[in-house]
């Protein structure tokens, strides 16, 4: 089960993020920017880390953290894109599934969009295509 899934741009800037689990308040929160500041910073350093220690010539990506708590599954696009999504502990890696949600809901809302700058999604229609596609794959409630 998807309890959140976030857009890093190649920057960190956050593009999108959406909280899968039912909560009281969906307002905006300066402590939710904070953790997704240090979750980027989090994955910027594993990669770097794993990088410096793999052998040279061989691409080593960060591809699930697993925690107690929560795994956290990463897929980084050819343009420096970061899909992560924060599921329930022990599952099973999502990268085909987020590849295909860059594919089919990113490429097909925001890479085409003539309204998308780079700058949020607002108005691509991503946010509705995630929700959807998350669905239909039955990993939300």
Not at 82 to 92: D, I, Q
Not at 115 to 134: A, C, M, N, S, Y
Request: one cysteine or more; a negative charge.
């Amino acid at each position: 089960m998807i309890y959140e899934l976030c857009v890093y741009a190649r920057t960190g800037h956050n593009l999108f993020s959406h909280n899968f689990l039912p909560s009281p308040s969906t307002a905006y929160d300066s402590e939710d920017s904070e953790r997704q500041k240090l979750v980027f910073g989090l994955l910027f350093s594993l990669k770097e880390l794993a990088t410096s220690l793999a052998p040279e010539g061989v691409r080593c990506p960060v591809e699930v953290v697993r925690t107690d708590a929560a795994d956290v599954h990463v897929f980084e696009t050819a343009t420096g894109l970061r899909f992560v999504a924060f599921t329930s502990p022990s599952t099973p890696s999502l990268l085909p599934v987020l590849k295909r949600m860059h594919a089919e809901v990113w490429v097909e809302t925001v890479a085409k969009s003539p309204l998308w700058r780079g700058e949020g999604v607002e108005g691509t229609g991503f946010g509705e295509g995630i929700v959807k596609f998350v669905k239909s794959e039955g990993l939300s409630e």
